[in-house]
């Protein structure tokens, strides 16, 4: 029970109070309001259990949840999140994308990965832009890409396709 003055009132289902205390403890990760009389779990967690087992649990990677929600909810297309207990998910940067529920953003593009917070062309790749677009095209037969540029191997060196480097004869 907590209360001011003479008026008692009893503690929400899952906390409890000190003698003569004025709010309720409620069980970790969330939080008392008077006004409602409640126990409310923080954003990022959800209640489970009943009862005096009742407690807050972090939503899983991969979803959200706000505060006083009833369930993790999936991040939305084109976002992540690679915590536990996450209020919001983040937008995937740049030419990166990510289905629904995702722990994190990939690139879009055939042959590209995602490096230093944006997406570039794989060993053995030359690469461009259309526009905004990257654009991955395959080095040609002898020659090896580095820094999204294809350029001729050495004498006395091969490459085939879509290799990193040239080779030795």
């Given at each position: 029970?907590?209360g001011t003055g003479l008026v008692c009132r009893s503690c929400p289902v899952?906390?409890?109070?000190?003698?003569?205390?004025?709010?309720?403890?409620?069980?970790?990760?969330?939080?008392?309001?008077?006004?409602?009389?409640?126990?409310?779990?923080?954003?990022?967690?959800?209640?489970?259990?009943?009862?005096?087992?009742?407690?807050?649990?972090?939503?899983?990677?991969?979803?959200?949840?706000?505060?006083?929600?009833?369930?993790?909810?999936?991040?939305?297309?084109?976002?992540?999140?690679?915590?536990?207990?996450?209020?919001?998910?983040?937008?995937?940067?740049?030419?990166?994308?990510?289905?629904?529920?995702?722990?994190?953003?990939?690139?879009?593009?055939?042959?590209?990965?995602?490096?230093?917070?944006?997406?570039?062309?794989?060993?053995?790749?030359?690469?461009?832009?259309?526009?905004?677009?990257?654009?991955c095209t395959p080095c040609g037969v002898g020659e090896w890409a580095t820094?999204?540029?294809?350029?001729?191997?050495?004498?006395?060196?091969?490459?085939?396709?879509?290799?990193?480097?040239?080779?030795?004869?």
């Open positions: 029970n907590y899952g906390s409890s109070s000190i003698a003569g205390s004025s709010s309720c403890v409620c069980p970790a990760s969330s939080t008392f309001s008077v006004s409602s009389a409640t126990c409310s779990c923080n954003a990022g967690y959800v209640p489970v259990g009943s009862g005096s087992s009742l407690y807050c649990s972090s939503c899983p990677k991969g979803t959200y949840a706000t505060s006083g929600s009833t369930r993790c909810i999936s991040c939305p297309a084109n976002t992540y999140s690679n915590s536990y207990g996450t209020a919001l998910c983040t937008s995937c940067p740049g030419d990166t994308t990510s289905p629904i529920g995702s722990l994190s953003c990939g690139c879009s593009v055939a042959h590209s990965s995602f490096k230093n917070s944006s997406c570039v062309c794989d060993a053995g790749y030359a690469q461009s832009f259309s526009g905004s677009t990257l654009v820094e999204g540029v294809c350029s001729d191997c050495p004498i006395n060196t091969y490459a085939s396709i879509r290799l990193g480097g040239c080779i030795n004869c």
